[in-house]
C-alpha cells in the first residue's frame, strides 16, 4: 500500500528497533489514508505546493520550483557537502548536515500567518512545508551523500482545514531525495542511526535561525551532545548562496518587473493630502495585478513589510506605521519590494507629492543620487583594472562622497572641520549603504562586509541623507525634516561589473515626468 512501501523499499536503512517504530506508524497512518483517499478529486494529484504534476501551466516536467530544476537542488547539496568534507578534520567519519523548516507563526491562537519556508532550507531541498527536516549524511567509507526529508502528514482534521501534504511515496521522485520519513520517526532515527559510542567521530552542522521550527531544532541539536564535533553550516552555505545562478536571476528580474510595476501605479501627483496607507494599497495592487503576477506559481506577494513615510517621517529609518497624511508640498519615501517564488526585490524612492522637487529638495535629492552613481563607478572601474570592491570599502567611499555633497549643498557649513564633518555625515547617513539580496531581503547574513564581489552576487546600493527636524542648528533650517533614500540591486555581472537589476524612474527629470504625466 502507499505506506507501507516505503518501509518495504527503505528496511535495509532502518535498524530493528526504528524499523518496527516506522512500521507501527505507518500501519496507522495507512488506515487513515483508506479512509481519505476515497474523498480526494479524482484525476488530479494533491500536494502540499505547486508541483509540475498539478501546476504543468506553471512549471515544467523537471522543476521543483518555478525555473529552479531538480538537477539545480540536487547540484546545491553536492556543492555544499564537497566543502564540508573537503574542510573537515580528518578524523570525522561521518558528515550530518540537518537543515530544519521554518515554523509556522500565528498572530492569534488559530490564525495562522502566511508561511514562508525558510531559505537556507528552501535552497537545499525546494521543500516549501513546515514541520519538516533534512537530513544529509556523508560517510568516508563509501563517499556517498544519503538525503532524506523528515516531514509530517496531516490527519483528516488537517486536510479539511489547511488541505494536503506532498506524499511521503512521491517526495523521493519529486524533490530527488533518496528517502522520505514520517517526522514523528526522526528521534528514533538519530539514536539507531548515531549511538553515543560513535558520536565523537560524526560531525553535526546545524544551523542558528530564529526563524527555523525551534523544537525540532532542539531535537537535533540535543541528541548530539557536546561530545560531538559540531559547526554552523551557514558559515559555508551563505557564501554558495550569495552567488547566484541564472535562474535564480531570472527570478530576481521577475521580482524586480513586479516591483517596478507596484511603485509606477503610485508615482502619481496628488493636488491633495494622500493617506499613507492609500499609497500602501496601491502599491500592493501594482504588485500582484500585472503580468508577473499572472505567470507566477506562487503569487507574488511583499517581500517585506513596506515603508511609506511622508514628510519629516522619512527621517525614522524603519517607518511603519503609514497612519498619516502626505502634505503636497512633502515628499514621500517609499521602502518596498515584492517577492516571486522565492526571490525578492528591495527599491526606494523617494518623490515629491506635489509632482515638482523643490529647490531644497532637489539640491539634497540629487546630493544622494549622484552617491549611488559614485559607488557604481567605483566598482566598474576597479573591475576594469583587475580588482574587486567590497562592501565595506564601498560603504566607506560612499560616506566621503556624501560629506563632499553635503559641504557642496551648504548643509555642513565650511567652517565645520573634517573630523566634525565625518561625524555628522555618519549622524546623516547612519545605516550601512547596502546588503546582500536574492532569497532573503538581508540575505546571506554570514557572508562578510570584506567579502570581494564576484560574478553572480546581488546586493543594495543604497545611499540617504535624514536630517531630522530640530536638527543640529548650523544645519540649515530649509534642510531638516528631510529624508531621503534611493536604493537599486544590482548583479556584478562576468566583467566584474555592475548591472541594475532594478528600474524604476530616478533621476529628478524621470521623477517629474512619472508623476506628471
Known amino acids: 500500500m502507499l505506506h507501507l512501501g516505503i518501509a518495504r523499499r527503505h528496511g535495509s536503512l532502518l535498524k530493528p528497533r ?66 564540508l568534507t ?79 501534504r506532498t506524499s511521503l511515496d512521491d517526495i523521493p521522485t519529486l ?32 544551523s542558528s535561525s530564529s526563524t527555523v521550527d525551534q523544537s525540532l531544532s532542539g531535537t537535533l541539536t540535543s541528541h548530539f551532545d557536546a561530545t560531538a564535533p559540531r559547526s554552523n553550516v551557514l558559515t559555508h552555505l551563505h557564501l554558495q548562496r550569495v552567488v547566484k545562478t541564472t535562474a535564480e536571476l531570472a527570478l530576481m528580474r521577475k521580482a524586480a518587473m513586479a516591483t517596478k510595476a507596484g511603485f509606477l501605479n503610485i508615482m502619481h501627483r496628488s493636488a491633495e493630502p494622500v493617506g499613507e496607507w492609500m499609497l500602501e494599497g496601491k502599491l500592493l495592487n501594482g504588485f500582484m495585478s500585472g503580468d ?29 506605521s503609514k497612519d498619516m497624511f502626505i502634505e503636497c508640498s512633502d515628499m514621500v519615501l517609499v521602502d518596498a519590494g515584492a517577492e516571486v517564488d522565492g526571490y525578492v526585490c528591495d527599491l526606494s524612492r523617494t518623490w515629491p507629492i506635489g509632482g515638482r522637487f523643490s529647490a531644497n529638495q532637489r539640491l539634497l535629492y540629487e546630493a544622494v543620487a549622484d552617491v549611488q552613481c559614485y559607488v557604481v563607478d567605483m566598482i566598474n572601474s576597479a573591475a576594469e583594472s583587475g580588482q574587486a570592491m567590497t562592501l565595506d570599502q564601498l560603504h566607506s567611499l560612499s560616506l566621503k562622497r556624501t560629506e563632499e555633497n553635503l559641504r557642496s549643498a551648504g548643509v555642513i557649513p565650511a567652517a565645520v572641520s573634517s573630523r566634525e564633518g565625518r561625524a555628522v555625515t555618519r ?8 546588503h546582500y539580496v536574492g532569497a532573503d531581503v538581508h540575505d546571506c547574513k554570514f557572508v562578510s562586509g570584506k567579502f570581494a564581489l564576484k560574478e553572480g552576487v ?34 556584478i555581472n562576468k566583467d566584474g561589473k555592475a548591472e541594475l537589476v532594478t528600474s524604476a524612474p530616478k533621476t529628478v527629470e524621470e521623477v517629474e515626468e512619472q508623476l506628471n504625466n
Open 86 to 164: 573537503e574542510n573537515a578534520p580528518v578524523t570525522v567519519n561521518r558528515h550530518v548536515v540537518a537543515m530544519v523548516a521554518a515554523e509556522q507563526l500565528h498572530s492569534a491562537p488559530d490564525v495562522p500567518h502566511e508561511f514562508r519556508q525558510c531559505a537556507d532550507f528552501r535552497y537545499l531541498s525546494g521543500f516549501q512545508e513546515a514541520k519538516s527536516v533534512l537530513l544529509m549524511e556523508w560517510q568516508k567509507q563509501d563517499q556517498h551523500c544519503r538525503t532524506t526529508l523528515f516531514v509530517a502528514e496531516r490527519n483528516d482534521k488537517d486536510r479539511l482545514w489547511h488541505g494536503p
Open 175 to 206: 524533490f530527488g531525495v533518496d528517502h522520505a520519513l514520517p517526522i514523528e520517526t526522526l528521534r528514533c532515527y538519530l539514536s539507531d542511526s548515531y549511538p553515543d559510542d560513535k558520536r565523537k567521530t560524526n560531525m553535526l552542522w546545524s
Open 458 to 491: 546581488t546586493l543594495t546600493i543604497e545611499p540617504g541623507l535624514y536630517i531630522p527636524p530640530n536638527s543640529s542648528p548650523w544645519i540649515p533650517s530649509c534642510f531638516h525634516g528631510i529624508g531621503i533614500r534611493i536604493e537599486d540591486i544590482v548583479v
Open 18 to 83: 526504528f524499523r518496527n517504530e516506522c512500521n507501527l506508524f505507518l500501519t496507522n497512518a495507512r488506515e487513515k489514508w483508506l479512509c481519505t483517499s476515497a474523498s480526494s478529486l479524482s484525476g488530479s494529484q494533491h500536494y502540499g505546493q505547486p508541483l509540475p504534476d498539478s501546476h504543468s501551466h506553471l512549471l515544467h516536467a523537471d522543476e521543483v520550483s518555478p525555473g529552479i530544476s531538480r538537477d539545480e537542488y540536487k547540484q546545491r547539496r553536492r556543492r555544499l557537502m564537497h566543502t
Open 292 to 320: 508577473v503576477a499572472i505567470s507566477a506559481a506562487n503569487r507574488v506577494r511583499p517581500a517585506f513589510p513596506s515603508v511609506i513615510a511622508g514628510g519629516c517621517r522619512a527621517t525614522v529609518l524603519h517607518y511603519l
Open 427 to 434: 549622524q546623516l547617513f547612519p545605516h550601512a549603504l547596502g
